[in-house]
């Protein structure tokens, strides 16, 4: 009688295994204790017997697959044996949902199936190579690639450059590494506060060769530490520049690939302003000043955005004149104003200029040209950085060809982020939501949700923002004007850090925390912080905002002394009353 052999359950945690290498061929003849395939689990590695006599008569799995246990994965019968009626009856035993529609699909007798919602359908050998297909590997890509293959997918992800993509190569760590180094210096200046003698801070400066090692270390662990996780959950990694041919076809590094769902997460570029730019002049993007091994003398960074900021921020630390020229009539925009005022302010006391509700028209060999209140006006620098946003990067993505939407440039997606091809969808700043990396992997994991049958949709009005000064800020939902104009009236509460013990201990009592209620149940509708530590604190409210909890819940939680968490807690009390700590 035909034997449906099934992926064996070798331990009480197994879960899945991967087959590593097939014994026999689809007509082979197998004697009962033949070895037939092996396979690796995380604790260990079998070769698996057959239990019958028989003729392999079908292998279903690669190998190389990764499989969840009970998944069948080849049939042993005799030469005439109705192997199909055998597989429809295992799979139905095994509780498979559209058992018909799996066997069907896994011995190539019908057309390809959907990929259904069952998890197990993962691994059946289907005419596409893939189940999920995934361009780019960034935080996006290779989180909705880990996603898909826990899920039970059969997984691919093409990345042109370095895993890890922007974020990790050139965006938020090497960045935030940089930070850090200007950090260390500022502590050093400021030791003496603490106590420290001994120092030489007259001459502590950062020797920029030493912080770019540093920061390339700090990249390539982490770099490597994307690629085994995608090799660990069974992704099949293609190095290569990816182009779409059609809705189910990749074609990369020559070859060509099949996928039953391709989720698009191709990142974005640097924005360019269309102005006039002395050809004498190399203009710097965030990408070069990463490099940066000297300190220059004088910068002028366009745009008083994110990146301006940071950037403005970590030069003026190493002892750089900066200068910032920003469009709107305040730098950082996005962020409450109240919060925006107190950095200006901090940013100006460093020695920061800047310049608001400034149009820079023209770069010269010397000098930035830029219109405010209707006057020319111009700023010599010896270098020059353009950080006026970022563009989503369609590159090798043929929208039009393929019947995939676009507006201003970036793909359109529902809340599902399935694009207007249904079984492609677009996950990260190609989509132009939110640039941010936590964006991509959460829309990342809402994709794969759907694609596996589950319904799930993207919140994007509770995203937390971290934007990397000293003290930090940090936010998440509606601004105090926002809220204002959303809800009419609205409760805030507000303590600042100089009210908090271990914000003294550190030194760093700058900046306030700042609750938002509306007016009718008292729900928090945005959290925002400007202080030591913010980035890391704001996932409480984030949690709380995503628990629909007021301010008298948070509250009513014991929070940690002495601790700046504390200052969340206080702001929780003003929104509600009055704060314990602050009169
Ligand atoms: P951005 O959109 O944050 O800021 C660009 C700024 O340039 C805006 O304030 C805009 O008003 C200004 N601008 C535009 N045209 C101008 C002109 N002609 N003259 C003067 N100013 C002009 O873009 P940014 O800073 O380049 O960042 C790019 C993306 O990367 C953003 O989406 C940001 O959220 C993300 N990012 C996030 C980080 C974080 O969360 N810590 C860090 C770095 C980047």
Redesign the pocket.
Known sequence: MAEVIIMPKLGFNMSEGKLVKWYKAEGDEVKKGENLFSIETDKTNMDIEATNDGTVRKLLIDEGDQIPVTLPIAIVATKDEDITAALEQALKDLGKDNAAENTATSLNKAEAAPASSSNHSAGLKNTNDYEVLVIGGGPGGYVAAIKAAQMGKKTAIVEKAHFGGTCLNV??IP?KALLRSAEALNEVKESATFGVTGVDIANAKLDLKRVQERKKQVITQLVGGVQGLLKGNGVTLINGEGNLIDKNTLEAAGKKYTADYIIIATG?D??N?P?TISPKRQVLT?KEMLELSETPKTMTI???????I?FAYFLASIGTKVTV????DR????VDEEITAQVAANLVKMGITIHTG???TEITDQSVR?EKAGEVQEVEAEKVLM????APRLDGIPCEALGIKTERGAIVTDECLKTSVSNIYAIGDVNGKA??AHTASMEGIVAVENICGHKSAMDYGKIP????VQPEIASVGLTEAEAKAKYGQVKVGKFPLLANGKAKVAGEERGLVKVILEPKYGEIVGVHMYCIHATDMISEAVVAMKLEGTAEEVANAIHPHPTVSEVMHEAMHAATGKAIHFL
């Open positions: 965006g938020c960045t974005s640097v924005k302003l102005i965030s366009i745009g008083g955005g994110v990146i301006g940071e020229i920003e469009f709107l730098i950082l925009p996005m400034a149009k820079v830029f950080a006026v946003g970022r640039m941010l923002s971290a934007i990397y």
